[in-house]
C-alpha cells in the first residue's frame, strides 16, 4: 500500500505572522494523523520559520518552485542547493499556474525535476488538462504528452523519485472538484502510462489529487484505488481544513 501524501500548496498567501500561526495550527494537530505523510509548501520567505516550528516534527516541508539553474547570475531565482539546505523534502514542479503565467513548457519541468533530484528532494510534477482540451476529448492525449515529456528526457527511473499530482485545471480554486471516478480514471491512466514502461515503477509512484480537494470531499477521493493523496491548495491555508483532509488521509491509510 502506498501511504498517502497531503501536502498544501500556500501558493503566494499570507504574511509572516500568518504563516508562523498556520504552521502551529498544522502542528497542534499533526499527532492525530499517524498513518498519512504531511507536507507543507510556503512561500520561500517563509521556508526559515517554517523550517524552524517544524523541527522534530513528522510534517514535511516543501517548497513551490525551484531554478532549473545550479547558481548565479538568475536574478529573482532560488536554487535547488538552497532549498536544500532550508530543509526542503519536496519540491511542487510543473504546477498549472506555472505552466500558464511562466510559460513554463515540459522542457522546462524536467529541469526542474532534475535539478530537485540531484539535490536529494522529492519533485512533485504536477499535470493536468483545461476545461477546453477535456471537453474536446483530449484529456488522455494531453496527460499522456505531460507525462511522456518527463519519461523521454529524464528516463523512467526518475519516476522513482518523484511523486506525482494530477491537477485538472478547471478544478483549480474554483470549488469544482472532479468526482471520484472522474479523478480515479486520470490516475489509472498515467499509472499504466508509466507501467508501459516500468510496471515495477508504476506500482510504487505516489499519484496525488489536486483541485478543490477539502473536507468535505477528501475521504471519497482518496478512497480511490490509484489516489495516493493529495494537493492541497486553498484549504490548506486554514490548519483546521487542511487537518480535516489529512485525517481523511489517514482513514484511507488505515
Ligand atoms: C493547487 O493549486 O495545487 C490546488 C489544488 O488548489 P485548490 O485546492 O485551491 O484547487
Not at 59 to 88: I, K
Amino acid at each position: 500500500m502506498r501511504q498517502p501524501l497531503i501536502a498544501g500548496n500556500w501558493k503566494m498567501n499570507g504574511t509572516r505572522s500568518g504563516a508562523e500561526a498556520l504552521i502551529k495550527g498544522v502542528l497542534e494537530g499533526a499527532s492525530l494523523v499517524g498513518r498519512a505523510e504531511v507536507a507543507v509548501c510556503p512561500p520561500f520567505v517563509f521556508l526559515d520559520a517554517a523550517e524552524r516550528l517544524l523541527a522534530g516534527s513528522p510534517v514535511r516541508l516543501g517548497a513551490q518552485n525551484v531554478c532549473t539553474e545550479e547558481g548565479g547570475a538568475y536574478t529573482g531565482e532560488v536554487a535547488a542547493a538552497m532549498l536544500a539546505e532550508f530543509g526542503c523534502r519536496y519540491v511542487i514542479c510543473g504546477h498549472s499556474e506555472r505552466r500558464e503565467y511562466y510559460g513554463e513548457t515540459d522542457e522546462i519541468v524536467a529541469k526542474k525535476l532534475a535539478v530537485t533530484i540531484a539535490h536529494g528532494m522529492t519533485p512533485i510534477l504536477c499535470v493536468g488538462e483545461t476545461l477546453q482540451q477535456r471537453e474536446q476529448g483530449e484529456m488522455e492525449s494531453v496527460i499522456a504528452g505531460q507525462v511522456d515529456a518527463i519519461m523521454d528526457r529524464n528516463g523512467v527511473a526518475s519516476f522513482a523519485q518523484l511523486e506525482i499530482a494530477y491537477e485538472p485545471v478547471w478544478a483549480i480554486g474554483t470549488g469544482r472538484t472532479a468526482t471520484p471516478e472522474q479523478a480515479q480514471e486520470v490516475h489509472d491512466f498515467i499509472r499504466r502510462r508509466i507501467a508501459g514502461q516500468d510496471p515495477a515503477i508504476a506500482a510504487k509512484v505516489r499519484i496525488l489529487y489536486g483541485g478543490s480537494m477539502k473536507a468535505g470531499n477528501a475521504r471519497d477521493l482518496l478512497s480511490q484505488a490509484d489516489i495516493d493523496g493529495g494537493l492541497i491548495g486553498g484549504a490548506s491555508l486554514a490548519a483546521d481544513d487542511f487537518l480535516a483532509i489529512c485525517q481523511a488521509g489517514d482513514a484511507v491509510a488505515g
